[in-house]
């Protein structure tokens, strides 16, 4: 008789009359079938590994330098370039931002009048959406997103937790627009990621691939640079 591993006895019942009782076993199991068992319930409680990729953000405020800061992110993407690795997927963040400032606000209060910040959030997104159709390209996630806060703090702020920050050097002077001239300053200085700041006269059609150049002074940031 193969080996029992349980054995079960039931006391008496009516249903067997007042001395019946019946004994049960279960036949024990092999280790080739116990081998397989624990794989087979490995396999399930163990979740599928998501391929790990990266995700970077591209400040936008409706500048010709936004946009083309925008363009070399897709463009980088596109192509598999560094910093991107080929195989491994990059999310690209087209990331606006707007400001009530406190002297919009007082004017406006003083005036008995409120500032209508559902329309600047609106302005915000309108610009983020316009820069994502300049530059869309088959293959390439954009995924439109919009902060409340200044243009650099929410920037650094966004790309908290990113694998690169990507900011023109130039915005344009509309009052609306934030100067990225000085967000791009403030970023390459604060954000703990890697900055990009992409010139205005750069172009996706006469850019060749060269040399990196790396400042280096012997400090511990240029070190990891």
Not at 14 to 37: I, K, N, Q
Not at 157 to 172: I, M, P, Q, T, Y
């Given at each position: 008789?193969?080996?029992?591993?349980?054995?079960?006895?039931?006391?008496?019942?009516?249903?067997?009359?007042?001395?019946?009782?019946?004994?049960?076993?279960?036949?024990?199991?092999?280790?080739?079938?116990?081998?397989?068992?624990?794989?087979?319930?490995?396999?399930?409680?163990?979740?599928?590994?998501?391929?790990?990729?990266?995700?970077?953000?591209?400040?936008?405020?409706?500048?010709?330098?936004?946009?083309?800061?925008?363009?070399?992110?897709?463009?980088?993407?596109?192509?598999?370039?560094?910093?991107?690795?080929?195989?491994?997927?990059?999310?690209?963040?087209?990331?606006?931002?707007?400001?009530?400032?406190?002297?919009?606000?007082?004017?406006?209060?003083?005036?008995?009048?409120?500032?209508?910040?559902?329309?600047?959030?609106?302005?915000?997104?309108?610009?983020?959406?316009?820069?994502?159709?300049?530059?869309?390209?088959?293959?390439?996630?954009?995924?439109?997103?919009?902060?409340?806060?200044?243009?650099?703090?929410?920037?650094?702020?966004?790309?908290?937790?990113?694998?690169?920050?990507?900011?023109?050097?130039?915005?344009?002077?509309?009052?609306?627009?934030?100067?990225?001239?000085?967000?791009?300053?403030?970023?390459?200085?604060?954000?703990?990621?890697?900055?990009?700041?992409?010139?205005?006269?750069?172009?996706?059609?006469?850019?060749?691939?060269g040399p990196i150049v790396i400042g280096f002074?012997?400090?511990?940031?240029?070190?990891?640079?």
């Amino acid at each position: 008789m193969p080996p029992c591993d349980r054995v079960h006895i039931q006391h008496p019942c009516r249903r067997h009359g007042p001395e019946g009782a019946f004994v049960t076993w279960r036949r024990g199991l092999s280790a080739s079938d116990t081998a397989a068992m624990d794989e087979q319930t490995a396999e399930q409680q163990t979740p599928a590994r998501p391929v790990a990729g990266q995700r970077w953000v591209v400040g936008v405020d409706g500048s010709a330098a936004a946009v083309n800061a925008l363009r070399w992110a897709v463009h980088r993407v596109g192509a598999s370039l560094p910093p991107a690795r080929p195989g491994t997927p990059v999310v690209v963040e087209a990331t606006g931002a707007f400001h009530v400032p406190t002297v919009m606000s007082l004017f406006a209060a003083k005036r008995g009048f409120g500032v209508d910040q559902l329309g600047i959030e609106a302005t915000a997104a309108h610009d983020v959406d316009e820069a994502i159709e300049a530059v869309a390209q088959a293959g390439v996630e954009i995924r439109p997103v919009v902060e409340e806060g200044q243009a650099a703090h929410a920037l650094v702020e966004a790309a908290d937790d990113a694998d690169l920050l990507v900011v023109g050097r130039r915005g344009s002077g509309d009052l609306r627009h934030h100067v990225l001239g000085s967000v791009s300053r403030y970023c390459a200085t604060h954000a703990e990621v890697p900055v990009v700041v992409v010139p205005t006269e750069w172009d996706v059609t006469s850019a060749p691939e060269g040399p990196i150049v790396i400042g280096f002074d012997g400090s511990e940031q240029a070190a990891e640079a």
